[in-house]
């Protein structure tokens, strides 16, 4: 398995993506009608799927190198990036609505290493 990607940095091998497996693409609606009846409204979505990507302490760590490039990467206002994880390949987006896009924590004082969590949204 190749590392992950976002654009062209590489991030470490064994970053999770935390909700890869929680997501259907299908989003729905319910609404009453006049008569008290219940009308259902479901739809393939074909964009938006979060994707939060977990370095997790003791099983991933950033570099203050990796770090840096996200902070740079997440003040690009409207900047999209292929996002690569184990074969699968989607462009993305930092999800402003959603924030903290990036959390970074040093993993002790004035450390160079990191963990944290990096939030993303398919475009």
């Given at each position: ?118 939030n993303l949204i398919t475009?």
């Amino acid at each position: 398995m190749a590392a992950p990607t976002l654009g062209a940095l590489t991030l470490p091998d064994q970053i999770i993506w935390a909700d890869r497996y929680s997501y259907i693409p299908i989003t729905g609606q319910n609404n009453r009608t006049l008569a008290g009846g219940l009308a259902i409204f479901n739809q393939l979505a074909t964009k938006g799927r979060p994707i939060t990507l977990d370095a997790r302490d003791g099983v991933a760590w950033l570099t203050q190198s990796q770090v840096d490039s996200l902070m740079t990467m997440a003040a690009a206002v409207g900047a999209t990036y292929v996002f690569t994880y184990d074969g699968e390949s989607h462009n993305v987006q930092f999800a402003h609505a959603s924030p903290p896009v990036v959390d970074f924590t040093s993993i002790w004082p004035h450390a160079v290493t990191y963990t944290g969590i990096i939030n993303l949204i398919t475009i």
